[in-house]
């Protein structure tokens, strides 16, 4: 393949082009930010199923403390109504006045005994109230510390994507000066050579494979034409000469 000495060194112009485009590419996918707002959503997913347990549990000890203090409220009712019908005079044995006041003793003891069921069921109860509130202001700051971080990645990449386009607007234009077949090659080995189509042959080393030229491939190099495509004989980009050379 044959192209102007002029549009060989364009196409080191694209090759540049290409790597500030890969580097800005890997610049957008290694932001900071990134790695903070996945470790920040792990946290707020923790967050949220220790939030969930907790108000599950409040729940569950809220309809457990109505139910308690019903059972209080029924046996206080029953107790009144013993007590009452004792006070009235109207139950005159001994016998039923003492199964009435053995009655009254027991409900006591069930009363006092249920109340301490109240309580107990209060203090969990208020326990998860407070770690509700805990979990919900711990996710708030989390969640805060999240939006903070997106907002940040989106300005750096929204930077970073205005950089982008540019650069590729300029490759563009470069590139439609480079021939088509040229530029075909250059294509085809950048994929294969790990986005480095063509190299710069500096000080008889080339600066794809950073490796120097023996003298036979020198000489080869010497030998061809000025508008030869020459190649690389280890790495196989396509060579670019200059007055750098060190032919």
């Not at 003298?215 to 750098?244: G, K, Q, S, Y």
Request: hydrophobic share 40%.
């Amino acid at each position: 393949m044959n192209a102007a000495p002029a549009d060989q060194l364009r196409l080191l112009d694209v090759q540049a082009l290409d790597v500030r485009l890969s580097q800005l590419a890997h610049r957008r996918s290694a932001l900071p930010e990134h790695a903070e707002l996945e470790a920040l959503a792990k946290d707020l997913a923790q967050l949220r199923d220790l939030l969930v347990a907790a108000q599950t549990e409040e729940s569950d000890t809220a309809r457990e403390q109505t139910k308690a203090e019903q059972d209080v409220d029924q046996v206080r009712t029953r107790a009144a109504r013993d007590q009452q019908r004792l006070d009235s005079g109207a139950v005159t044995s001994p016998k039923d006045l003492e199964n009435l006041q053995r009655e009254i003793a027991s409900l006591a003891r069930r009363q006092s005994d249920l109340e301490d069921v109240v309580l107990d069921v209060m203090e969990r109860r208020e326990s998860a109230q407070g770690r509700v509130a805990e979990l919900t202001e711990r996710l708030a700051a989390v969640q805060a510390a999240s939006d903070q971080a997106a907002a940040r990645r989106d300005e750096a990449t929204a930077g970073i994507d205005t950089e982008i386009a540019g650069v590729r607007k300029e490759r563009e234009a470069v590139a439609a000066s480079v021939p088509a077949d040229l530029l075909k090659l250059y294509e085809k080995l950048r994929e294969q050579q790990d986005g480095v189509g063509a190299a710069r042959l500096f000080q008889r080393r080339c600066e794809g494979c950073r490796l120097e030229l023996n003298i036979t491939e020198l000489n080869d190099v010497r030998a061809a034409a000025p508008d030869a495509v020459v190649r690389c004989e280890n790495c196989r980009r396509i060579l670019v000469r200059t007055a750098e050379s060190g032919l």
